[in-house]
C-alpha cells in the first residue's frame, strides 16, 4: 500500500495541506456564511415568534380580564334588574293590596250599613207587629184593647232591655 511507504509521505502531505486550505477556504468563503445567516434566520424568527407568542399570551390575558370583568358587570347590572323588578312587584303588589283593602273596608261599611238599615227597618216592622199582637192578645185575655201608645211603651222598653 502507497500510502503507508514514507517515500510518498511529502507529496501526500502537501495534497493534504492544499486539499485542506482549499477546502477551509471554500467552507469559510461559501458554506459557513450561508450556515450562519440560516441560523440566525432561524434564531430570529425563533425569537420574534416567542415574542409574538408573549404578546398574544399578554392580549389574551387582558381579553381574559375584560371578559371577565364584563361578566362580572352584566351580573350585577342583571342582579340589580332582578332586585329592581322584585322591589316593583312588592311595591305593586302593596298598592294593590292597599286598593284592595280600601275597596273592602269600603263594600263591609256599605254591608254594615244596609245590616244596620235592615235591622232598624226589622225591628220597626216588629215593633209595630208587636204592638197589634200585644194589643191582641190584652183584648182577648182582658176584654177590652189597651190604648197603643201604653203597648208602644211597652214594647220599647223590652227592646231596649233586649238590646
Do not use: C
Amino acid at each position: 500500500m502507497p500510502q503507508f511507504d514514507p517515500s510518498v509521505w511529502s507529496p501526500q502531505i502537501i495534497w493534504l495541506i492544499v486539499s485542506f486550505v482549499a477546502l477551509y477556504y471554500i467552507l469559510s468563503r461559501f458554506v459557513l456564511p450561508r450556515l450562519n445567516e440560516i441560523l440566525e434566520e432561524r434564531e430570529f424568527r425563533i425569537s420574534d415568534s416567542l415574542r409574538r407568542a408573549e404578546n398574544l399570551k399578554e392580549e389574551a390575558e387582558q381579553a381574559v380580564a375584560a371578559y371577565e370583568q364584563t361578566m362580572a358587570d352584566a351580573r350585577a347590572k342583571a342582579q340589580a334588574q332582578v332586585q329592581s323588578s322584585h322591589e316593583r312587584a312588592e311595591r305593586l303588589a302593596a298598592e294593590r293590596n292597599a286598593e284592595l283593602g280600601d275597596r273592602l273596608a269600603d263594600e263591609i261599611a256599605a254591608a254594615e250599613a244596609r245590616i244596620g238599615a235592615a235591622r232598624t227597618e226589622a225591628v220597626a216592622g216588629i215593633r209595630e207587629m208587636a204592638a197589634e199582637v200585644a194589643g191582641l192578645a190584652v183584648e182577648k185575655l182582658v176584654g177590652t184593647r189597651p190604648a197603643a201608645e201604653n203597648v208602644l211603651a211597652a214594647i220599647d222598653d223590652t227592646l231596649k232591655r233586649a238590646s
